[in-house]
């Protein structure tokens, strides 16, 4: 089915995805393309309307990403924010320069006409400002249709052309009334119709997998995270029994959480379900090792080692499945497109796989690729995958193996599991689980002195780490009240061998990360 498309375009802004899932919520499609994409192509993708984003430099750095005047010409309805706001101006024939005060944080704009943009919000409203540049003269034929007392410009538009400008950031959640300023640019402005619903994409996307695999094998390697269990629940409706499903189960998973993948995908769907238990095999790989990123990348090497063996037992021929979601295409190898790479490497991406050159299938599958997380939750409720699995919160693809902090053992991992399972256990009970987006425990290689009985002990440390957060862009520590905190330190002390001390991370994001390794 084609749909109308939304295009954003990437300047090097953190929040690129984050536009584009606010962009999905209101029911239309889009795509994130690098602000390198030729015009020539923007324009064979006919889209209906395009949002530059945000980014880290200047307009006026000759070696900042900027763009062609031309695409201001093709009728199409532009929303610039932040950078794409300055590159605008910039481009048309505007001013830009340094702030003599930036911008951070929330602040109070005003709008000052009956802006398309603005309708139906408040003359005064809270915006999320981040810039220390300014647009000191709009370019001929544009008016100023916010400003805020410290920002001359806080959004412009020119009506006759429907380009439209922000200089604050209405896709994260602490812009009051930003998610109806995009709705307002995309059906007030675009004329949108919001043709993106989730029950029309799993009908054709079943469609279009019967027809592509017809009576072919399907091999999908599933890890029991949301992707790949969603993936799997598309396929299995789509081509039934056609479909083997391996899962390689490395040990790093959480307490009895194999036994649960296996049940679940074994009772639900129709499907050749082959567990694959290999936890010594990794223990053995990991010996000594402490280093995260080395972890990473042996687990990751480890698991697509003993995936490809059991296919190759199996027989290859067929097609060959993965979970990518829409990020994973953005995030795996997009390095310099935007222009200049705005953000250093903090961990590696353990998505998106080669498969080995001796082993031949007829293509790739990729049946959640065009979409982002929440809708990929959506998908798989509607396909009956137990909430369990669709809501399991984000876990890392080395599984507890980067939640143990130096060298990884059966001992830690036995630890680990089994405090975890207590901290998640006494979440659920208290009712205040739907209130945080992600809770674990971590075993960060600490030894403290202790006193249990009348004997001094020396033995292991848990960490427990909380967040709330609307989009994992920033997140804070979760305010879990003291007496759930104090029966979870309790019952670890009692019940988990070797713990002697509970500790709880009140980092927020940033400067942390949410992860701890």
Known sequence: MKHQLCIVLDFGGQYNQLIARRVR???VYCEILSCNTPIEEIKALNPSGIIFTGGPNSVYDESSPHIPREIFGLGIPILGICYGCQLMAYTLGGQVESCTKSEY?????????????????PQKSVVWMSHTDYISHIPDGFAVSAYSPDCPCAAMENYEKKLYA???????????????????????????CGDWIVDDYIENTVA????????????????????SSVAAGLLSRAVGNQLTCVFVD???????EGDFVEETFTRLFDMNFIRVNCRMQ???????????????????TEFYRVFWDKIRQEGDGGFFAQGTIYPDRIESGRGNESGKDSTATIKTHHNQVGVPEDISFDGIIEPLADLFKDEVRMVGEKLGIPRELVWRQPFPGPGLGVRIIGEITEEKIRILQDADAVFRDEISKSGIESELKQFFAVLPDVRTVGVMGDHRTYEHLIALRAVTTDDFMTCDWARIPFDVLERVSSRITNEVPDVNRVVYDITSKPPATVEWE
């Open 282 to 300: 990794f223990l053995d790989k990991l010996k000594g090792v402490t280093d995260p990123e080395e972890k990473r990348k042996i687990i990751g």
């Open 166 to 192: 922000v200089q604050f950031h209405p896709e994260v959640t602490h812009s009051e009334y930003g998610k109806q300023m995009l709705r307002n640019f995309l059906f007030e402005v675009c004329g949108f």
């Open 250 to 256: 490395q040990g790093l998973m959480r307490k009895d």
């Open 105 to 121: 944080g929330k602040i109070e704009i005003s709008s000052v006409n009956d802006s398309l943009l603005f309708r139906e919000i």
């Open 208 to 227: 279009a997998l019967r027809k592509k695999i017809g009576n072919k094998k399907v091999v999908l390697g599933l890890s029991g995270g949301v992707d």
């Open 25 to 27: 919520e209101c029911g």
